[in-house]
């Protein structure tokens, strides 16, 4: 089928930041698309089929060409993930959809399982390797990264790191935050810390009460990059300039940013960073990542260890501690291993397609959501400027649970929480795919 370009698409890469638009050989262009693309700068480029085996090629030779992700690409990555053949897939904040690349990572482990009995040393070097993967996502080294089975363990290792004997007393942290790292911080006011909250104010976070809250005393911001309930994403790098200049560390809660957000430590000046892999990272439950900053690890001594925490494990000393002298030493047991298969195939997607041409992909089509949803009369509680939003786009429903069971009978996959039913899509969904949802749910709220 023929794609035809209207002046609504030109308008909306430029509102993306685009200077050009990818095109097949045989799209059709309207006139007044052409006349509001010599109005805006914007220019139409045909794509170099000659590799089109390959569902993300780039011609490296043309920066234009490299930008963007289009309707044709989602289109063909699509069949990277069997189930988008029957079924609309926008719950990617809760879980992404099963990649082929993914199972075939899984049933590798399986078969060296089965055929090799115990394989510990590829086992264990595949977890290695999947740490490499998420350093490479966010602009870490390798000897920043620390291993876990989730974010709660994530965290409460970092937690446990804290020095109790020092002045600093205060956990500065948002009631954005999904609630298991909240948890935590409130399990170690045991200890004499003392934890405050940064308010929700109308589902975000004002960065300028960081600056009423945060002081002297915080030894430790905690902060979602991504609010999990409406999509709202806070500026990272404005928070750590706020928190550093009290003497805070920073600690992000990417869960629901990485993968779909361009996150670069460095840059944002970040000092601890965790996500887990199951949402926009494709892979499965039980497994997260930590990023500490080089700098601080020698600093921290987590009450939160084991065997994999220390400089050389196989040591099997029993008597004393042995911090390893990076990240290492906030892993604590026998690594996830069959998770690890699963995750490091699933970021290697995330990598090959590529962060920044995903964001921008995902500003495309969450202003598409939220106009097609305020068009169809729905209610947005997501920020409906998209540069203060990450992928989800929250509508009110009367009953979520019950709206996303209707979705789900109509081959819908979206996520409930709280007062909402969430729309995330990914680089791999479409605009028609949202036109569905956006149909569908509008025709369930009429019942």
Known sequence: M?????????????????????????????????????????????????????????????????????????????????????????ANCSQGPQAKRVRKAIETYLDNWLTVGMDWEYWVGETIKAKEEFAKLINAHPSEIAISTSVSEATASIASSLNVNSPKKKIVTTEAEFPTVAH?????????????????????????????????????????????QNGFKQDIKKIADIVHKNGSLILVDAYQSVGTV??????????????????????????????????????????????????????FHVRYLDFAGDARRFDTGTPPVLASFAAKAGMEIINQVGPKFIQDRIDILSEYTIKGALERGLEVVSPIDVSKKGATTAVKVPDPHDVELQLKKRNIIASARGDVIRIAPHFFTTKSDLDVVLDQLKDIMKK
């Open 2 to 90: 023929k794609t035809v370009y209207t002046a609504y698409d030109v308008e909306q890469a430029k509102l993306a930041g685009k200077d050009s638009i990818l095109i097949d050989e045989d799209s059709i262009i309207t006139t007044v698309a052409q006349e509001t693309a010599d109005r805006l700068g914007i220019v139409f480029i045909k794509k170099d089929r000659k590799n089109a085996k390959d569902p993300f090629y780039r011609d490296k030779s043309d920066a234009a060409y490299a930008k963007a992700i289009t309707e044709d690409d989602a289109i063909r990555w699509k069949e990277e993930f069997p189930i988008l053949k029957d079924i609309i897939h926008v």
């Open 184 to 228: 935590v911080w409130l399990a170690h006011q045991k200890y004499g810390f003392k934890v405050d909250f940064i308010p929700l104010k109308n589902g975000e976070i004002l960065e300028e009460d960081y600056e009423k809250i945060v002081d002297e005393d915080t030894v430790i911001t905690s902060v979602t990059h991504v609010y999990y």
């Open 262 to 315: 361009h996150i670069d430590v460095k840059e944002m000046d970040i000092d601890i960073l965790t996500s887990g892999n199951l949402k926009y990272l494709l892979g499965i439950p039980g497994i997260a990542f930590t990023y500490v900053k080089k700098d601080i690890i020698p600093w921290l001594k987590p009450a939160v260890t084991g065997w994999f925490g220390q400089e050389n494990p196989f040591a």
